[in-house]
T-cell receptor
Framework: RKEVEQDPGPFNVPEGATVAFNCTYS??????FFWYRQDCRKEPKLLMS?????NEDGRFTAQLNRASQYISLLIRDSKLSDSATYLC????????????WGAGTKLIIKP | DVKVTQSSRYLVKRTGEKVFLECVQD?????MFWYRQDPGLGLRLIYF???????EKGDIPEGYSVSREKKERFSLILESASTNQTSMYLC????????????FGEGSRLTVL
């Protein structure tokens, strides 16, 4: 089993729709969780950190479920510019330096 | 804005050659990282450094070494390149360990023939 698992997609979604991704992680000792975004042929960039209480940034909402060991990302009113690969990232429980990266979920927003 | 600059965007090398990948950051970050990214796999950590002259192995250090002689510069060295080291190499820096935001360079795509 991979340490961090994501549905690779692609998710093909019409503009304006709501889309949700899940990511599961295997290490119950993990404490830090993130979503990064990677555009085609570009470097990853931090989209948002994921806090225990959940957090929202504009159209984006991230949730953490420790009991079931998954994090989620919800995108509302999707835009063409949201097309990208979304990477789920979790720290290795015994290290603040070592992050475990999911392979990413590809999102394609169609007009 | 934080800027992380990788010296080469594209390299083509032959098996057995020594390869240097250089990375420079301009925000006085303590921590620097080298990852490789392959299709269908998440980013995998090769080495990281939390201070000048300090280095720690990541998940896949075999076949690689690193050097951090100055705070702003972190170099990745492939002593004898092999075809299975063909990959995209990403350098990153961060202010607060690995749990703060990572800032990445644009990547160096290495092809080993």
């Amino acid at each position: 089993r991979k340490e961090v698992e994501q549905d690779p997609g692609p998710f093909n979604v019409p503009e304006g729709a709501t889309v949700a991704f899940n990511c599961t992680y295997s290490n119950s000792a993990s404490q830090s969780f993130f979503w990064y975004r990677q555009d085609c042929r570009k470097e990853p960039k931090l989209l948002m950190s994921v806090y225990s209480s959940g957090n929202e940034d504009g159209r984006f909402t991230a949730q953490l479920n420790r009991a079931s060991q998954y994090i989620s990302l919800l995108i509302r009113d999707s835009k063409l510019s949201d097309s990208a690969t979304y990477l789920c990232v979790v720290n290795r429980g015994d290290s603040n330096y070592q992050l475990i990266w999911g392979a990413g979920t590809k999102l394609i927003i169609k007009p | 804005d934080v800027k992380v600059t990788q010296s080469s965007r594209y390299l083509v090398k032959r098996t057995g050659e020594k390869v240097f990948l250089e990375c420079v950051q301009d925000m006085d970050h303590e921590n620097m990282f080298w990852y490789r990214q392959d299709p269908g796999l998440g980013l995998r950590l090769i080495y990281f450094s939390y201070d000048v002259k300090m280095k720690e192995k990541g998940d896949i250090p075999e076949g690689y070494s690193v050097s951090r002689e100055k705070k702003e510069r972190f170099s990745l060295i492939l002593e004898s390149a092999s075809t299975n080291q063909t990959s995209m190499y990403l350098c990153a820096s961060s202010l607060n360990s690995g749990t703060g935001e990572l800032f990445f360079g644009e990547g160096s795509r290495l092809t080993v023939l």
